[in-house]
């Protein structure tokens, strides 16, 4: 008895391991199929679909490689006709496929890339590689006025469609990215007729109507350059500055040139301006300028932007030589860098160096803070990384923190204060090497200063000054 209730129950673990197995193997059927590939609507697909509905409508289809564009870059696509014989990707007729081209015939291409690239088609004319002179004339006579050359992307997407003998005009087709980068698919039809539109085949790229690209003229002119030169020296006085010093030179004939100043230790703002010519046809007047040190190279101020003038902010911690290259001016013009100097503030330490000194002072430049009436009640040192120092406060009273680099290469430079509740910060900025941030403390009796270094073994100085 006890034997076969042994084996009675041997079958039962057994009965429930396979149930037990059964169910495991059913849920993970279910989990497959609700698991499964999932739909898909990447760059291969959407080609896959236009091809597929373009082949059973009968016309030859073709896709040709993928590729990939960085932005500015042009490519050549070489567009050939589907070969006479070549069935539809999607199963079209034999029939249909077999037929060879006429002279009616019509031609598409289709570029497709993801819906956030921006680009532009336009079919190349020339029947082998331009000439240097046969693009400049190209460029320079701009779009054919016949017809619309140069086709813009709508949601990723653009078709070109040929019948007859403009066809030929599709042999080549030039592709340019706006965008930052994207990749691209190509599909390639020959069809009796004009193929079911891109449209009604792929409606999710479909968007409302475009304006029309505008063209917005020539920039403005600055106007006279003695007036200019006035307007700037005003503004500085009006913002404090002592002292305004306006030197000039010639540029050279394509509108470069390059100051060597001797600056004093303070704070200065030096305002770039170019004179435009009285032709009529000349180059715009638009001066891009950097400041460094001479000797070390340091850079100390940069403009880049589209204004016609330039403007460079930035503190010496001693007296020093100043390289101001410029380019932009529209020819052998005179062009005039105004000094305007602010004296190096009050309380503002130099024993961690001319740097660091010249550092601190454009934190408080830069954030219009007044100059400090005491000496810093918090001075730190730090590295890499993310650094806290508590401060104490009084209760009612506002304070100025900065922190500076004093040597390495800075990439990010942010402080940040907070207290009670309440938080502040700064950013040194893309080239600046000090940031700084003013708070007040209502009842609390402590702040907490976080300062985040990133760089090439960057070392910073922190300041805490109290404000009346």
Not at 21 to 42: E, F, M, Q, V
Not at 100 to 129: H, I, M, N, Q, Y
Not at 335 to 353: E, I, K, N, R, T
């Amino acid at each position: 008895m006890a034997a076969a209730r042994g084996l009675v129950e041997r079958g039962r673990r057994a009965a429930a391991g396979a149930a037990r197995g059964a169910a495991l193997a059913l849920l993970t059927a279910l989990a497959g199929l609700s698991a499964g590939a999932p739909a898909r609507a990447d760059l291969s697909d959407d080609a896959a679909r236009v091809a597929r509905v373009w082949s059973l409508s009968g016309a030859r289809v073709a896709r040709l490689p993928p590729f990939f564009i960085e932005h500015g870059r042009v490519r050549v696509v070489a567009v050939d006709p589907p070969p006479a014989g070549v069935a539809g990707v999607a199963g079209a007729s034999g029939a249909a496929g077999a037929a060879g081209p006429k002279a009616e015939e019509c031609l598409t291409v289709v570029f497709l890339a993801p819906r956030t690239v921006e680009f532009t088609l336009e079919p190349d004319s020339f029947a082998g590689e331009p000439s240097a002179l046969e693009g400049l004339v190209h460029r320079l006579r701009g779009p054919d006025p016949e017809d619309e050359r140069r086709i813009h992307s709508v949601a990723g997407a653009a078709a070109i469609l040929r019948c007859g003998a403009a066809r030929e005009g599709l042999r080549r087709v030039a592709v340019e990215v706006l965008s930052t980068r994207g990749a691209f698919d190509v599909v390639v039809a020959a069809s009796s007729g004009p193929p079911e539109r891109l449209e009604s085949i792929l409606p999710e790229r479909v968007s409302g109507p475009i304006a029309p690209r505008g063209d917005p003229g020539r920039p403005a002119e600055p106007g006279p350059l003695d007036a200019r030169v006035a307007r700037a020296a005003r503004r500085a006085r009006a913002e404090g500055a002592p002292r305004v010093a306006p030197i000039d030179m010639r540029a050279s004939s394509v509108g470069t040139g390059q100051f060597s100043v001797k600056l004093s230790e303070g704070c200065h703002r030096l305002d770039l301006m170019a004179e435009v010519p009285g032709v009529a046809v000349r180059r715009a007047t638009d001066l891009d300028a950097e400041a460094r040190e001479a000797g070390t190279g340091r850079l100390l101020g940069r403009d880049r932007s589209d204004a016609p003038d330039t403007r460079l902010d930035f503190c010496l911690g001693e007296p020093g030589v100043v390289e101001v290259p410029f380019l932009g001016a529209a020819g052998p013009v005179k062009v005039v860098l105004s000094d305007a100097q602010w004296p190096m503030p009050s309380h503002v330490p130099g024993y961690f160096g001319a740097r660091a000194r010249g550092n601190l002072a454009f934190a408080l430049q830069r954030r219009r803070a007044p100059a400090p009436r005491a000496q810093a009640i918090v001075e730190a040192v730090g590295a890499q990384g993310d650094t806290l120092v508590p401060v104490q406060v009084e209760p009612g009273r506002c304070y100025f923190a900065a922190a500076a680099l004093v040597r390495g290469e800075m990439r990010a430079l942010r402080i940040s204060v907070e207290l009670g509740d309440r938080a502040a910060r700064d950013d040194a900025g893309e080239h600046g090497e000090g940031a700084g941030v003013a708070f007040c403390s209502e009842i609390e009796e402590s702040a907490a200063v976080r300062v985040s270094a990133r760089g090439g073994s960057p070392v910073w100085v922190l300041s805490v000054w109290p404000m009346d």
